[in-house]
């Protein structure tokens, strides 16, 4: 059963400030994986999504990478802004099997401060 | 249409009662996926759907959950005799196949 991890829970940066956020997953035979981000009482927008053949996406300030064989991706934001402020959330999709389980981290809580 | 849509984006009721929520994938998207998320927790796979059948119905807690979609078009959840423990965002998805998921903004689920 593949299980997806997010660390650190929580984070809390000062404005300006490159960050990295963390997601680990169990089983590598993964087709893709999406980073979303969600702001307190809405749905989930989409960042980046990395194939399992690439190494990473940018998109902006965002960067995405992927090492499949270790299981791990990261998100990295350039030069933080208050408006980052929000929960990230990464999701693998499996590459075999039934394509709808998607399996989603727990998140992580960003907070950007003045 | 530009996005996912879901109706109604608030709904309280009263335990026992039965309620609809809508999705509105985005036009062509083949694939479209209900989940939960109770408040403060992780999102919780309920159904998939491919076109206007439900390969994976796994994740439906119980036979008072119950959801159909016309076509590759409007998807309906439904949820019978509602207890408090079903009160809780329940987010739409679309895709198509299996590349970027595109989400609603979700309804908020209130039982008394």
């Known amino acids: 059963k593949q299980e997806v991890t997010q660390i650190p829970a929580a984070l809390s940066v000062p404005e300006g400030e490159n960050l990295v956020l963390n997601c680990s997953f169990t089983d590598s035979a993964i087709y893709n994986l999406q980073w979303f981000r969600q702001d307190p009482g809405k749905g989930l927008t989409s960042l980046l999504l990395?194939?399992?053949?690439?190494r990473e996406q940018t998109s902006g300030r965002l960067n995405a990478s992927l090492d499949k064989s270790s299981g791990r991706s990261t998100l990295y934001i350039a030069a933080s802004q208050p408006g980052d402020s929000a929960t990230y959330l990464c999701a693998v999709r499996p590459r075999t099997g039934t394509a709808s389980k998607l399996t989603f981290g727990t998140g992580t809580r960003l907070q950007v401060t003045l | 249409g530009a996005g996912v849509s879901q109706s109604p984006s608030n709904k309280v009721t009263e335990k026992g009662k039965d309620v609809e929520l809508r999705c509105d994938p985005i036009?062509?998207?083949?694939?479209l996926y209900w989940y939960r998320q109770r408040l403060g927790q992780g999102l919780e796979f309920l159904i998939y759907?491919?076109?206007?059948?439900?390969?994976?119905k796994s994740g439906l807690p119980s036979d008072r959950f119950s959801a159909e979609r016309t076509g590759e078009s409007v998807s309906t959840l439904t949820i019978q005799r509602t207890q408090q423990e079903d009160s809780a965002v329940y987010l739409c998805?679309?895709?198509?196949?299996?590349?970027?998921?595109?989400f609603g903004s979700g309804t908020q689920l209130s039982v008394l």
């Open positions: 036009s062509g998207h083949t694939a």
């Open positions: 998805a679309s895709s198509l196949a299996r590349k970027k998921l595109f």
């Open positions: 990395i194939q399992s053949s690439q």
């Open positions: 759907f491919q076109g206007n059948s439900a390969p994976d």
